[in-house]
């Protein structure tokens, strides 16, 4: 159903596209824990989102298990034990740039933004304000944020014999190249 | 000693070693090389991306977690973050297709749009695409 909303809403873009809407399907979304005991790292390439600069409004979907981690057990215990990924396969942000005024989306350049929203994870939402920065580049815009989330504000249970392996604040880092979304 | 607890002293000894060695086993395990496993499924991209469209919640039971070898149209190339690469492959529909990620790609050359490839990954599911993660070639032709 939510599939369907989203498809929705995009093809509703894809008929009033006018170089405003920007969307990427490759874009990154990454997370880092570091204790002492161990450092763990999930990698996903595959997250789909919209940007409209008109409003600054964006969407970020993602599937738990696009999640990729170098050592196998890693990414079976994350799907398996603490995302429930078969229960609970997808995961997304929607949010806004507060500070729209400040970028000049006609004129190539970098630009600190504060954005806030509410992401969903593992089926909870809760609200996320962080910054990040907009780069307006010739033919897209590249965007970066950095923020920390704590596991058990989206219920989930590190049980006490890993617990001190996964640090209390994860490092989410999310690298997004937009392309203008085109008219067919 | 009695010949009795040195074979005991002894058995425990090597079920400890055993032990501790199958544990840094399972620990460092990799993520499978999918050139080397037989896949669950041979199928084209298009028909991949026609049973999700088409029936999403039969198609995830059956696809997710197996191993898939799709072969179709590469019609876009995409470098991800740390040396991994994305490519698209064409299907039935405009807005749709099966993207499919390597982890680490050193030749980004080696793929080509309109190129036509045969691949192995792990389905992880469908977004707006049929996602294939930790993809390996196995034949790529122009």
Redesign the interface.
Known sequence: MKRLIFLLIISCLLVTANAQKYMTKTGFIGFFSHTPMEDVKGDNNQVASVLDISTGEFVFQVLIKSFHFDRALMEEHFNENYMESDKFPKSSFKGKIINLSSVDFKKNGTYEVAVEGDLTIHDVTNKINTKGTVEVVSGGINADSKFNIVPEDYKINIPGVVREKIAKNLEVTVTMKYTPLATK | MKPFVKVALFVIFFIAVAGILAALY???????DLQKVKPHFVITATDLQKSFEEN?KAS?EKY??KIIEVSGEIISV?P???N?L?I?LKTGS??S?V?C?F?TVSDTTFFKTGNQITLRGVC??????V?L??CAVIENTK
Do not use: H, M, R, V
């Open positions: 399972f620990y460092n395990l990799k993520p499978q999403e995830s997710i977690n995409k991800g973050e740390k991994s994305n698209s405009d807005f297709a993207i990620t982890p992880s599911g469908f977004l707006l695409d996602l993660n930790n």
